[in-house]
């Protein structure tokens, strides 16, 4: 599969008089975890909204390459972005609540018209054979995060902390090629937190392009490779995880030193 690259260049978003995002640059290849740290209101989750189509940007470029074809991000859609494998998950879970926990993960990023029939398709008696497939898959994906159990429960019954899981284990078998992951390890049990990491640490191998906000700053050492910090819409600091998270700038302004 061809090597994919999200790219954004002086992304700014602001809302009213507030600039939540100042010209913020990034790269994220596939097979890199990129962890974006920031206090509260740093400007985190609106980037991520910027990226996928969420929030209107300013942006001088926004693409994703794959392999040698490179496609502009900024006129597509959210569903568009996420039909070429640009997938986000939520700082708080959006589940369907009609489906049970391996629809909603077999969804997957499907999004439109798409969507419609997928909804049919896996809600309605017997499955055609791409319906069993994508089951199997969602189920796999759910087991790696030990949720197998809940397969068949509504998402309504389940914790935030599982919620959020499957989220994320929707996000995976979606077969994106960048993901971009919202403080996916809150309230989460430390069980559940270990076996997320192991699973966000796999996509490496599957090449794909993490996008990682974290609050947490040893799973981001954990996770990263490189660290990206802001604060009020701005960066601060860019390196290696442990050089910027152990750098004066990042301890001063997380730990007061
Ligand atoms: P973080 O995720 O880093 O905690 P956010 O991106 O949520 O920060 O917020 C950054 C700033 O943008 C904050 O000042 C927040 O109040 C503001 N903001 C975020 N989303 C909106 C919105 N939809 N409308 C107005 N202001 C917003
Ligand atoms: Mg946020």
Do not use: C
Request: net charge negative; no cysteine.
């Amino acid at each position: 599969m061809s090597t994919v690259q999200l790219s954004v260049r002086e992304m700014t978003v602001r809302f009213g008089g507030v600039v939540a995002v100042a010209q913020l640059s990034l790269d994220v290849t596939g097979g890199e975890i990129v962890a974006l740290i920031g206090p509260n209101g740093a400007g985190k989750s609106t980037a991520i909204n910027g990226l996928s189509g969420f929030v209107p940007v300013t942006v001088a470029t926004m693409s994703v390459r794959f392999g040698d074809d490179v496609v502009d991000l900024a006129p597509l859609s959210p569903p568009q972005r996420s039909r070429l494998g640009i997938v986000r998950t939520f700082q708080t879970p959006r589940l369907i609540p009609e489906l049970t926990v391996w629809q909603n993960v077999a969804m997957g990023s499907v999004a439109g018209d798409v969507r419609r029939r997928w909804f049919e398709m896996l809600g309605g008696p017997g499955l055609s054979r791409g319906a069993r497939d994508r089951r199997d898959r969602a189920v796999t994906a759910l087991a790696a995060l030990g949720l197998d159990r809940l397969a068949q429960d509504n998402p309504g019954e389940l914790s935030l902390g599982e919620q959020r899981l499957v989220e994320i284990a929707r996000a995976m078998v979606s077969g994106a090629r960048v993901l971009l992951l919202d403080e996916p390890f809150a309230g989460l049990s430390s069980v559940e937190q270990r076996r997320l990491a192991d699973e966000i640490d796999k996509l490496r191998a599957a090449s794909v392009a993490a996008l990682l906000v974290e609050h947490n700053l040893e799973l981001v050492r954990s996770l990263a490779d490189t660290v990206v910090a802001m604060d009020q819409g701005a960066e601060f600091a860019r390196g290696d995880a442990a050089t910027v998270l152990d750098s004066h700038e990042v301890r001063e302004r997380y730990l007061g030193e």
